[in-house]
């Protein structure tokens, strides 16, 4: 098991490099450069920036320099906000996304599961119904949507949270993002986990634990349950990567200084490190996620399992 | 009734009836005596496993059950689910077809029977857990703390049902219910559990149901049977055996034309999926030759590698060694084009009828492709004429032509898809288990149908099955695999008798008898042992881990191919000195 | 002959999706959407980018000049909402319909060729998978030339495929091991004839499936994008930019969110909807 973790850990490296080599290339080859938009800048003052930041020299070079601070985790410095390193930037945006992340995450967890698995129990009854209007409507909803509306409803009808802003520590600030980011994810499970269960509760061994007098609560938890998380966990794990990384619509309804916006104004910019820095952690975050669930699968069912 | 003998389970005008629809069973009636072996016997759809179902609960909730169910005196139906469950498995013991899905997947055999132990018998863990060895040996399974630690999927579907079989038993309940307990497994296997069941009702005072389609089986085991159709009752009473289904034996061969199909030295490797994953070998270095005009059964066990053969036979896979030669042609030297020309000469009859037909394809257009491929150059009306000709031949009208295979039943697509094959004029006819999935009157009437096209066409066939009567009927020549390899070769005799192969007189063994005493002391005879896995098959002979007469040298030599008399052939070391029989 | 019952498989999933009240409904309110956003700017008087200085930020009301209202600049709200739709729509189709050609393509094939040819075509699509879905859209749409419906288009569809190809490698890879494949090859049919006459007939079901449900992805897409001011832009009206600017005016006029947000949850619901329904009613366990 750990052998095969350590192999598969491995084994993301190359992934991790494939995926560089193409959103730098992506990244390169878009018309313009990071200094186009200074309008201030004099011919010879740019000509000094593009040499002082090594883009005169020919790509390739430049892609190894950039790889070799990454080994060293030096992510570069951002092209606009020229007195900051890509590291300090990320650094000050992703603790902000992560707890927004990790909040809209377990509020999508505590209120999805618990839900598809009532939906499944009362399969075509009142509470099934009702769930799935709730879940139909939450998905049709989307962020940029339901975060205005909740803002309308908590922060200026009833006033009851800040409309947008943060403070550090301030969770009062994070309830009404970490609700917009969540719902529509709460939904999803909640669907997932209905559809999942209520085909594993009419696998055969499931009557014939009930046939066995288990118990409906030791049928659902120990024989029913497992296997209907396997489709579960497989959509959590790029979702938990996609939550972190911060939401540039939540954060931007918010007013929230996540990293969400770094990606789309580096991109627009011409940032180049900031946007491969922010891909770096994205898909690190997306490739260690998806072992997890890999091994995760390996737990509920032992078919799969590793040797 | 009696007054001393209250029935342990007692159903009265049993219902059952899903909103919308027809009921599945109307107001049955059966009573179960304390230590008898009931057998519950109909069709499929008959509405047998629902009955025992309806009593314990274990329908779909939208199901209407209504009626009376009764267990020692305690009305089952409307029991509060805390009672109900405190009687199921404890009191009533279930054992499900197809045991590998009835048992839990991600839990091991040991933690499910320690399970139910602490769950019945309020045991300590590991209390629960001694007795959950106890449970497997009891079944025997050998190897038991082994298999303990085992999971499901790495059981083989006989092991499974044992396991199935000590689940039902751990509360040491009163009454057994077996559903289709046999179906699906080979009949080796079949005879080993029905023997199984048999001697734990002898054992211990246990009351047996055992529900089945196949009335044959019940034979020895049976006190009484009741036979359901379309939902009622129809008969009750001693076994007695059905209308007798054994058809005409094959006609001798017309004089052995020349050799059509040949496969020399053919070996079939496949690589499991996985990191490194294994190779299993399904096929080893067989030579095969098909005359014309004499029809040839393959038998064996389930994977002895009798379909990867049918497939390499028919091109649909290439060997990983050796060679098949058509009419002398290898057919590895023939290109794409050349091979799908001549593919028309050997046909193939699947197991699963109607997953053997496009859904999206009439019958007219299934049958038709054939032609369309093969012969272009037809009219659409020449082209008709022959489908309907073939329909007809085959046995079905011409209204069926625009139908779709969903509205067809089991045996009517199974007869599609001969006509699929025969409008073609093959000259093999290959046939991969092709009555298994069909009912009793089906399976008689595909049989005559076989039996009738390899009469009036010069047509051979090669004939994949595991149910030796139907080799019997149409087959001239009988080819035992095991694990791959050839066993014994020889005239369709070897099954009347002849057979002189241990592994060939042990199918027939497995066969049950149809004179109850007889199918008795069958079942008392039974001896365990399965087929080894192919991954890692036994040195020298691999059947001597069933042998009952392997030696040393079985361990350390492959036996040789061997003329027992002319046509017929062995690989065993001994077959000298053993009788012959079965 | 009378036939009681369609015998085809399309006919009789048609019977039983509008068997369905959820399925009646979604098609109703499809039909309704598209009908209104088809000929509805021809019954009102106002043009898209006409600017009314009477009547700011006016309230709708069925007797005032502007039935939904008009925005902070006077621009007729019914007018631009329905006009936003007709380019959400058509953005959303033709995308979709580019995703599907080159995702069904794509994963019909990597599905049917034997061998590690179909294993590392996926193995591309994997890696663009790890690349974040909409971080590619996003830089698409900012690195090239800004407010190009085609640029947009292309931008949608070049991502969109990516899921399709899976979906339709899964279908295929369980297509070929069904019986009546093999029974094709059998009987001697051509690949390419197995192809277009078994496995593509029998991939429909599951396409037109996820088809709906990319339409409504699209047109998420297309919105979350004009909304981001990367799609389509200003004076052009699409549901994404309505409904960014009605969030600017949230705390003084709700309609202006409320109008354009409307339409598009209505959309994207009755896709939903529809998409389930479809699924079910092509599901071989129904009756």
């Known amino acids: 098991m750990l052998s095969y973790a350590l192999r598969r850990l491995a084994g993301l490296l190359p992934t991790l490099l494939v995926i560089l080599t193409l959103s730098f290339a992506i990244l390169r080859s878009a018309p313009g450069g990071p200094f186009d938009q200074e309008q201030a800048l004099s011919p010879q003052v740019r000509a000094n920036l593009t040499r002082a930041y090594g883009l005169d020299q020919p790509w390739p070079r430049q892609y190894l320099h950039y790889l070799r601070g990454l080994a060293h985790g030096d992510f570069g410095p951002s092209l606009r906000a020229r007195d900051f390193t890509v590291r300090e930037l990320i650094a000050q945006g992703l603790p902000v996304s992560a707890t927004l992340g990790a909040c809209a995450f377990a509020l999508a967890l505590a209120l999805g599961l618990p839900c598809g698995i009532a939906a499944a129990l009362h399969a075509q009854r009142g509470t099934d119904r009702v769930l799935a209007v709730l879940s139909a409507l939450l998905l049709a909803l989307p962020s940029f949507v339901i975060g205005p509306l909740l803002a309308l409803l908590f922060g200026i009808g009833l006033g009851w949270l800040p409309v947008a802003g943060w403070q550090p520590g301030g969770g009062r600030f994070l309830i009404l993002p970490a609700l917009t980011l969540g719902l529509p994810v709460a939904a999803y499970l909640a669907r997932l986990m209905r559809a999942s269960l209520l085909e594993t509760l009419r696998a055969p061994f499931v009557r014939s634990a009930q046939a066995r007098g288990l118990g409906p609560l030791r049928v659902l938890w120990r024989h029913a349950l497992p296997p209907a998380l396997l489709p579960v966990v497989s959509y959590l794990g790029p979702t938990l990567a996609f939550l972190i990384t911060g939401s540039l619509v939540v954060e931007s309804v918010f007013g929230l200084p996540g990293t969400g916006r770094y990606l789309v104004q580096g991109a627009i910019d011409r940032d180049y490190p900031l946007v491969l820095g922010m891909i770096v952690v994205y898909a690190t975050l997306t490739l260690l996620l998806n072992l997890l669930v890999d091994l995760a699968y390996g737990w509920l069912d032992p078919r799969v399992r590793h040797a | 009734m009696r007054p001393e003998a209250q029935p342990l389970l007692s159903l009265r005008a049993l219902t059952v009836r899903y909103p919308g629809a027809a009921p599945v069973l109307h107001g049955v009636d059966l009573d179960v005596q304390p230590g008898e072996c009931l057998g519950v016997v109909g069709p499929s759809g008959a509405g047998k496993s629902q009955l025992f179902l309806a009593a314990l609960g274990l329908l779909p909730p939208q199901a209407q059950v209504s009626g009376s169910a009764r267990y020692a005196g305690t009305e089952l139906l409307g029991l509060p689910r805390r009672a109900l469950d405190r009687l199921r498995g404890g009191k009533i013991g279930l054992v499900f077809q197809d045991a590998r899905a009835a048992l839990t ?57 044992r396991a199935m079989i000590a689940l039902a038993l751990a509360a040491e309940p009163r009454l057994l219910i077996a559903d289709e307990p046999t179906t699906a497994l080979d009949l080796t296997v079949q005879s080993q559990i029905l023997a199984l069941l048999a001697a734990l009702k002898e054992g211990g005072g246990l009351s047996l149901v055992l529900i089945t389609h196949d009335l044959g089986s019940l034979a020895g085991i049976a006190d009484r049977v009741a036979e359901l159709e379309a939902g009622r009752q129809v008969r009750s009473g001693a076994w007695r055996p059905g209308p007798a289904g054994t058809p005409a034996a094959a006609e001798s061969p017309p004089a052995a034309g020349a050799a059509l199909l040949a496969l020399q030295g053919v070996s079939v490797r496949h690589r499991l999926p996985g990191w490194r994953g294994p190779t299993l070998e399904a096929v080893h270095g067989l030579d095969l030759t098909l005359a014309a005009g004499v029809s040839l059964g393959i038998v064996g066990e389930s994977g002895s590698g009798k379909s990867t053969l049918l497939r390499v036979a028919l091109a649909l896979q290439p060997p990983s060694e050796g060679r098949v030669r058509w009419d002398g042609t290898d057919l590895a030297s023939l290109g794409a084009a050349a091979l799908r020309g001549q593919r028309r000469n050997r046909q193939l009859i699947f197991q699963d009828p109607a997953g053997s037909l496009d859904p999206r394809l009439t019958v007219a257009e299934a049958v038709g492709e054939g032609l369309a491929v093969h012969a272009p150059q037809l009219a659409a009306a020449e082209r008709s004429a022959a489908v309907c000709a073939v329909l007809q ?10 139908r779709h295979p969903h509205e067809l039943s089991g045996g009517q697509c199974q007869r599609v898809a001969i006509a699929r094959a025969l409008v073609l004029n093959p000259r093999v006819l290959c046939c991969d288990e092709p009555m298994s999935a069909l009912d009793a009157t089906s399976q008689a009437q595909v049989s005559a149908l076989l039996a009738r096209s390899q009469r009036a066409a010069p047509l051979t066939l090669l004939f994949v099955s595991h149910d030796l009567a139907a080799v019997r009927a149409l087959c001239h020549e009988v080819l035992v695999l095991y694990l791959g390899r050839r066993m014994e070769r020889g005239p369709v005799t070897l099954l009347h008798g002849a057979a002189r192969h241990p592994y060939t007189q042990e199918l027939l063994r497995a066969e049950p008898a149809a004179d109850p005493a007889v199918e008795r002391a069958r079942l008392a005879a039974v001896r365990p042992g399965e087929m080894p896995s192919a991954l890692a098959p036994p040195s020298g002979c691999v059947f001597r881990t069933r042998c009952p007469y392997a030696l040393a040298r079985c361990a350390a030599q492959v036996p040789p191919w061997e003329s027992v008399a002319p046509g017929h052939e062995i690989a065993c070391h001994r077959w000298r000195e053993l009788p012959p029989g079965g | 002959m009378p036939e009681p019952l369609p015998t085809s498989q399309a006919g ?12 009646r409904w979604a098609l109703l309110a499809l039909g309704l959407i598209g009908a209104l956003a088809l000929l ?57 319909a580019l995703s599907l050609v080159i995702g069904v393509g794509f994963g019909a094939v990597a599905g049917f060729v034997p061998g590690r040819t179909g294993v590392w075509m996926m193995r591309f699509v994997d890696v663009l998978y790890s690349l974040p879905y909409l971080f590619i859209v996003i830089i698409l749409t900012a690195l090239l030339p800004r407010g190009s419906l085609t640029v947009l288009l292309l931008s949608l569809g070049a991502v969109g495929w990516l899921t399709t190809a899976r979906i339709v490698r899964g279908e ?61 832009q200003e004076p052009r009206a699409s549901l994404g930019n309505l409904i960014f600017l009605g969030a600017q005016e949230l705390e003084s006029a709700t309609w202006i969110l409320l109008v354009p947000a409307g339409f598009l949850v209505a959309l994207l619901l009755a896709l939903n909807q529809l998409a389930d329904a479809l699924r079910d009613a092509l599901d071989p366990r129904a009756a």
Not at chain 3, 15 to 22: E, H, M, S, W
Not at chain 3, 187 to 213: E, F, K, S
């Open chain 2, 393 to 402: 031949a085959v046995g079905l009208g011409p209204e069926l032509l625009a």
């Open chain 2, 105 to 161: 997947p991600h839990a091991t055999i040991g933690a499910q029977l320690a399970e139910v132990r602490r769950r019945h018998c309020g045991e300590s863990r590991a209390l629960a857990r001694r007795h959950a060895r106890d449970l497997l040996e009891r079944v025997q399974v050998s190897d038991a703390a082994r298999r303990l630690q085992q999971y499901p999927h790495e059981l083989s579907g006989g092991l499974c049902q």
């Open chain 3, 172 to 232: 295929t890879l369980a297509l070929k091991q069904r019986p009546f494949i093999e029974a094709a090859r059998a009987l001697g049919v051509p690949p390419a004839r197995i192809v277009v006459r078994h496995v593509v007939p029998n991939l429909l079901g599951p396409v037109l499936v996820y088809a709906t449900l990319t339409i409504a992805q699209m047109i998420l897409f297309e919105s979350f994008l004009s909304f981001l001011g990367l799609g389509v």
């Open chain 3, 40 to 96: 509805g700017p021809l019954l009102s008087p106002w043009g898209t980018e006409t600017l009314d200085w009477r009547h700011l930020a006016q309230p709708p009301g069925l007797t005032a000049a502007h039935w939904l209202g008009t925005d902070r600049l006077g621009r007729d709200l019914y007018v631009r909402t329905l006009s936003a739709v007709r380019i959400s729509l058509l953005v959303s189709l033709l995308a979709s």
């Open chain 3, 12 to 23: 009789r999933t048609l019977q039983r999706l509008l068997r369905r009240a959820d399925a």
